[in-house]
Nanobody, 115 residues
C-alpha cells in the first residue's frame, strides 16, 4: 500500500506562484510515473502534468510554459511549480502515482487563485 501526502496549496493572487509537493510513503514498491490532476467545481478531472522515473514530462496545453513538474526519486516526492497563476487554475489538485503495486491518489490540495 502506498500513501500520498500533498501539501503546498493555498490562496494566491493572479500572476502569483505556488509550489505543490506530494510525498509517497510505504514499503515494497517502486514508483514509475508521478503526476498531477486537478478538478474544479462542476468540471471533470483533468490531467495537469506527469513525469516518469526518467524525468520525461508531459503537460496539459493549458499549463504549458507556466507549470513545471519535477521529482526527487530519493525522497519519492513529486513537485509542481506553478507560475503566472490564473483564476482558471483554481481547483483541487490531486497527486497521482503509478507503482509496481498499483496506482494511487493523494487526498487533494486546494489551490485558489483570486484577487
Amino acid at each position: 500500500q502506498v500513501q500520498l501526502v500533498e501539501s503546498g496549496g493555498g490562496l494566491v493572487q493572479p500572476g502569483g506562484s505556488l509550489r505543490l509537493s506530494c510525498a509517497a510513503s510505504g514499503a515494497g514498491f517502486i514508483i514509475y510515473i508521478m503526476g498531477w490532476y486537478r478538478q474544479a467545481p462542476g468540471k471533470q478531472r483533468e490531467l495537469v502534468a506527469t513525469i516518469t522515473s526518467g524525468a520525461t514530462t508531459n503537460y496539459a496545453d493549458s499549463v504549458k510554459g507556466r507549470f513545471t513538474i519535477s521529482r526527487d526519486n530519493t525522497k519519492s516526492t513529486v513537485y509542481l511549480q506553478m507560475n503566472s497563476l490564473k483564476p482558471d487554475d483554481t481547483a483541487v489538485y490531486y497527486c497521482r502515482t503509478t507503482t509496481t503495486i498499483g496506482g494511487y491518489w493523494g487526498q487533494g490540495t486546494q489551490v485558489t487563485v483570486s484577487s
